[in-house]
């Protein structure tokens, strides 16, 4: 029996970041001279994306709620470094502007992009991969996506932390080798390690290696504060010292790390185009933003699906 294609779930903050800092603006601009970098190198990376992973469906998730309360209730310092003075997120002026003009491309070509208030584009993300009909293939530099993994479904995750032209795709199996735990223990592992980048401070002097044998001998993070209480559970003195000093963190951490799977989303038109949904609309855009070369690449790569 034929495999069925898969479906690409897009981390589109993740990939127009990545692309506003990978071409520098002096090489994309409108014609009034406006920056379009991030506009063309995302649409290039869905294209390459498309050509070589050849899926059927296709959703890019979107940021509605970069910091929800929620987490921040839980964490305060979940990425408070990030928010600027004047409230919102720390994001570079000239990017800004092309995030809804990659909204508008999208649109006339007709793949779909969806967010919730309240949830980041992970916890879209993650709830696209549990509810979508599989294979499923998340696409992101996160490595918070990395829980997402399943082999049973199966999920996987491509890893753009090389780009998209040097894809990771991981597996179960590739998570434990690149952090020596499963992918459903991930979440446990990295409220363990903290990550920087995201406010997480995780246990003072505790890093992979041992992050991963706690979570390798006790389970979780909850096996773990049991066995804290347990005089017998073994653990070496100043390590259990460690872990009881960063109890009322690690009691939080891991709901903040964990991807939402039950955000409410509407019914999407998930199918993937074989040609532009609104072709004049599309050669406007390309027109007017100085996007020829990657609408056509787009666009070319959709029409070898046909």
Known sequence: MAHRPPILLIDAPSLYFRAYFGIPESAARAADGSPVNAVRGFLDMLASLIRTRRPDRMVCAMDHDWRP?????????????????EGGEVVPDTLSPQVPLILEV?????????????????????????????????????RDLFQLVDDARPVRLLYVGRGVAKLDDCDDAAVRARYGVPANRYADFAALRGDPS?????????????????????????????????????????????????????????????????????????????????????????????????????????????
């Not at 309360?69 to 003075?85: G, I, N, Q, T």
């Not at 559970?233 to 009322?248: M, N, Q, V």
């Not at 040609?275 to 406007?284: F, V």
């Open 198 to 306: 995201d406010g997480l401070p995780g246990v003072a002097g505790v890093g992979e290696k041992t992050a991963a044998r706690l979570v390798e001998r006790y389970g979780d993070v909850a096996g773990i504060l049991a066995a804290l209480d347990d005089p017998g559970s073994g653990f070496a003195p100043g390590l259990r010292t460690k872990l009881a000093a960063a109890r009322d963190y690690l009691a939080v951490a891991p709901k903040v790390v964990r991807v939402a799977l039950d955000v409410p989303l509407p019914e999407l038109p998930t199918a993937l185009p074989t040609a532009p949904a609104d072709p004049e609309r599309l050669l406007e855009l390309a027109g007017e933003w100085n996007l020829a070369g990657s609408a056509r690449r787009l666009v070319d790569a959709l029409a070898q699906r046909a």
């Open 69 to 85: 309360d929620w987490r921040v209730a839980l964490l305060p310092s979940y990425k408070a470094h990030r928010v600027a003075p």
């Open 106 to 142: 999208l649109d006339a070509v007709g793949i779909t992009h969806v967010g919730a208030a309240g949830y980041e584009a992970d916890d879209v993300l993650g709830t696209l991969s549990v509810t979508q009909p599989a294979p499923v293939e998340v696409v992101s530099g996160d």
